[in-house]
């Protein structure tokens, strides 16, 4: 039995003009671009760009874009992201492993849960889409995602619907 010749190269992804790569990655949010990036070299290579990396910046935390444009000009954008999002996972955890100290003896006293909500506030530059990440997750318990809402409400003015 004769094996058939490999499919011609038309029509593969990789052949795409990077223009056009770039805008769909650019229509993505940050766990799209990261499982696009995994796809293939080329898609790597699109959802690499600086561009791609600074609008997530700027969109997640348009407070600090301006100082981080000065970092993004030895790091790239990318590792500029990567760093601020660390930098939030490790304050917003400090906040989370207080709150489950305090949850050990069994309850949590409405001046710890308002200490939590206000340490929370005194983090620079957290959004919505950090307290998405961090508190709103089934791997905490209701106390945490109440937090999370409660700080989403007071501090981000997310507004209360039905």
């Given at each position: 039995m004769e094996l058939s010749?490999?499919?011609?190269?038309?029509?593969?992804?990789?052949?795409?003009?990077?223009?056009?790569?770039?805008?769909?990655?650019?229509?993505l949010q940050?766990?799209?671009?990261?499982?696009?990036?995994?796809?293939?070299?080329?898609?790597?290579t699109a959802c690499d760009t600086d561009c791609i990396w600074e609008r997530l910046f700027r969109c997640r935390w348009p407070a600090a874009a301006a100082e981080a444009a000065v970092a993004s000009r030895v790091q790239g954008w990318k590792a500029v992201y990567i760093n601020q999002h660390r930098r939030m996972a490790i304050a917003i955890s400090n906040v989370v492993e207080f709150v489950e100290r305090c949850l050990n003896s069994g309850s949590l006293?409405?001046?710890?849960?308002?200490?939590?909500?206000?340490?929370l506030a005194l983090i620079a530059d957290i959004g919505f889409l950090d307290v998405q990440f961090f508190l709103f997750s089934r791997n905490h318990g209701a106390i945490i995602n109440l937090i999370g809402l409660h700080y989403s409400i007071a501090s981000l003015h997310v507004p209360v619907t039905d």
């Open positions: 010749p490999a499919p011609a190269s038309v029509g593969r992804w990789a052949d795409l003009p990077e223009d056009i790569a770039l805008t769909v990655a650019s229509r940050e766990a799209d671009v990261c499982a696009l990036g995994g796809c293939s070299r080329s898609w790597r006293e409405s001046e710890y849960y308002l200490k939590a909500i206000a340490d």
